[in-house]
């Protein structure tokens, strides 16, 4: 079983940046991502990394601005954002599954451990 403990949402001003963090419990994932939702809407994929970095994918719409990386020696995941705006407000999951080829996905669907999410608030 594997646990996973969000952490560094808040609120911020348009134009600013934050770190999310996300910190695993257990025995070690191969795929790893960062989701994020907003009421009505589905959650969405942010972006995705493998366990060896080969598989890394980006949402278009935040494609040269957040950067997903992990530190395998502290079992954490961590999701850099730059340049926030209020499109991006919303409640953002860790989540990850044992397949590499997971991480080749955005669908929600596919992976297996979720964290309970942080949320992130962006003012203009």
């Known amino acids: 079983q594997l646990k996973l403990l969000e952490s560094g949402g808040g609120s911020v001003q348009a134009g600013g940046s934050l770190r999310l963090s996300c910190e695993l419990f257990g025995y070690g994932p191969i795929c790893m991502a960062w989701f994020r939702q907003t009421p009505g809407k589905e959650r969405e994929g942010v972006a995705t990394?493998?366990?060896?970095?080969?598989?890394?994918k980006y949402a278009d719409s935040v494609k040269g601005r957040f950067t997903i990386s992990q530190d395998n020696a502290k079992n954490t995941l961590y999701l850099q954002m730059y340049s926030l705006n209020a499109e991006d407000t919303a409640t953002y999951y860790c989540?990850?599954?044992?397949?590499?080829?997971?991480?080749?996905?955005?669908?929600?669907?596919?992976?297996?451990?979720w964290g309970q999410g942080t949320e992130v608030t962006v003012s203009s």
């Open positions: 990394i493998s366990n060896d970095g080969v598989i890394l």
């Open positions: 989540a990850a599954d044992p397949f590499s080829s997971t991480c080749r996905s955005f669908s929600s669907g596919a992976y297996t451990y």
